[in-house]
Nanobody
Framework: VQLVESGGGLVQPGGSLRLSCAASGFTFSRYTMNWYRQAPGKGRELVARISSAGAITNYADSVKGRFTISRDNAKNTVYLQMNSLKPEDTAVYYC?????????WGQGTQVTVSS
């Protein structure tokens, strides 16, 4: 099983990034997919969630209206489009797959928002 995040980097405030998470080794279309983040010295925070078929999405209040989660079950990939980025969005972003009985994590990708 693998979840491989990509797309992180350094961006100026107000900028955009698109994170991707490529999944393999399990039946991706049966899993709810989540994006979490962890800032230095803080706990891991759920940022966005998307249901297995993509019909239902949920967001943390701190990112509503700025971030969009989506998935392509044909490509076994989940995305996080991040717009209007703020310095407080700086964190390591993790991809997470969950079913009724199993959960998998990616290794994380660093997002730094700074001028």
């Amino acid at each position: 099983v693998q979840l491989v995040e990509s797309g992180g980097g350094l961006v100026q405030p107000g900028g955009s990034l698109r994170l991707s998470c490529a999944a393999s080794g399990f039946t991706f279309s049966r899993y709810t997919m989540n994006w979490y983040r962890q800032a230095p010295g803080k706990g891991r925070e759920l940022v966005a969630r998307i249901s297995s078929a993509g019909a239902i999405t949920n967001y943390a209040d701190s990112v509503k209206g700025r971030f969009t989660i989506s998935r392509d079950n044909a490509k076994n990939t989940v995305y996080l489009q991040m717009n209007s980025l703020k310095p407080e969005d700086t964190a390591v972003y993790y991809c997470n797959a969950v079913s009724m009985t199993l959960a998998y994590w990616g290794q994380g990708t660093q997002v730094t928002v700074s001028s």
